[in-house]
């Protein structure tokens, strides 16, 4: 049996309680994690109370910057989700979001597709392919209340990818893990110029550690010129700025 009580105290520190059958589908969540990463690179992170803290809280942290994600019907999509971070997690604490989980690795997309199955989590879609790509589709293309990355890229970039997806009066919110003062300073014209406006970054320790993260909140304040995103590739190669 798994020790949870760090856990509680950390979700607590949160302002978040969750249920018996949460708690269940965040241990789920965890034993498939580290099964399929004995076989396939998912995370480097495997042991318990670091993927508890540094994957699961990490992606809940959120909520210090933007409550409405504990009530709302929000249309959430996750670029480069990678194993689910921060998706499912979301997903799994505020089970009404209807969240599309967006990954360029197929592997990764099967890995995703067995958590969602043992884990009985309705209203998600898994994408396989480049943001660059799924932006360009009506289906998708400014359709979401809340677009979040955790992925490692400069927040110029991650602008690019992301805020072609967010709604006019939607928010793209970016995970950091460092200070990233001159990289803000160097975004500010991408995001200008892709409809956004910084509306807050917040620096925060995770719950009961040292552990540092920057949240990026960007509200979408008008639609994304359609030249935006670039071709595939060229986003991360030749940032706006």
Not at 225 to 239: C, D, E, L
Request: some cysteine.
């Amino acid at each position: 049996m798994y020790n949870l009580d760090q856990f509680y105290d950390d979700l607590d520190c949160l302002g978040l309680q969750a249920s018996e059958k949460q708690i269940s589908q965040f241990l789920q969540y965890y034993n498939l994690l580290t099964e399929w990463n004995s076989f396939m690179n998912l995370t480097a992170i495997t042991e318990f109370y670091d993927v508890l803290k540094k994957h699961f809280i990490d992606s809940l942290s959120i909520v210090q910057v933007y409550p409405e994600i504990r009530t709302h019907n929000i249309c959430l999509m996750d670029i480069g989700t990678g194993a689910g971070f921060p998706g499912i997690p979301l997903k799994i604490m505020f089970p009404q979001l209807q969240v599309v989980l967006l990954d360029s690795l197929l592997k990764r997309i099967h890995f995703l597709e067995e958590v969602l199955e043992k884990l009985d989590l309705p209203d998600i879609r898994l994408l396989h392919g480049r943001a660059e790509d799924y932006a360009r589709q009506d289906l998708e293309r400014e359709h979401y209340d809340l677009c979040v990355s955790r992925a490692v890229a400069n927040l110029s970039t991650l602008a690019e990818l992301c805020l072609p997806y967010v709604k006019v009066g939607g928010i793209f919110l970016s995970y950091k893990s460092e200070k990233v003062a001159a990289e803000a300073a160097m975004a500010k014209k991408a995001i200008k110029l892709l409809g956004g406006k910084i509306a807050e970054q917040k620096e925060l320790y995770l719950p009961n550690s040292d552990i540092y993260r920057n949240l990026f909140l960007i509200k979408k304040i008008k639609r994304t010129p359609n030249q935006f995103p670039r071709k595939a590739g060229i986003p991360a190669k030749t940032p706006i700025g």
